[in-house]
Nanobody, 121 residues
Framework: QVQLVESGGGLVQPGGSLRLSCAAS????????MGWYRQAPGKQRELVAE???????SYADSVKGRFTISRDNAKNAVYLQMNSLVPEDTAVYYC???????????????WGQGTQVTVSS
């Protein structure tokens, strides 16, 4: 029932910017939290940023001050504004959402399909 669709990846030069988007659809009662992971080839998956309903946000040290996570609750969407990109940011970025459906008492984590971000001259 629940699906996450993300977009916004691409090729960008060092110092450039990209904005990733992720929208959840389906039988959704509540989402908390929502955020982004990334994974480079041969590397462990890294938590990039999280947004909590309390208003708290969390960032990996490697992106702090350069990336900003935001959420549109009305659209069940989360965004990642990435500025001052460096080659080390190159990875597949996955959005996730911890969701309670309208037909269940339990919560489950859902993942987007992934979008490639490549930072290179």
């Amino acid at each position: 029932q629940v699906q996450l669709v993300e977009s916004g990846g691409g090729l960008v030069q060092p110092g450039g910017s990209l904005r990733l988007s992720c929208a959840a659809s389906g039988s959704i009662f509540s989402i908390n939290p929502m955020g982004w992971y990334r994974q480079a080839p041969g590397k462990q998956r890294e938590l990039v940023a999280e947004w909590y309903s309390s208003g708290t946000t969390s960032y990996a040290d490697s992106v702090k001050g350069r990336f900003t996570i935001s959420r549109d609750n009305a659209k069940n969407a989360v965004y990642l504004q990435m500025n001052s990109l460096v080659p080390e940011d190159t990875a597949v970025y996955y959005c996730y959402a911890h969701i309670r459906s309208t037909r269940s008492d339990s919560w489950s984590t859902y993942w987007g399909q992934g979008t490639q971000v490549t930072v290179s001259s």
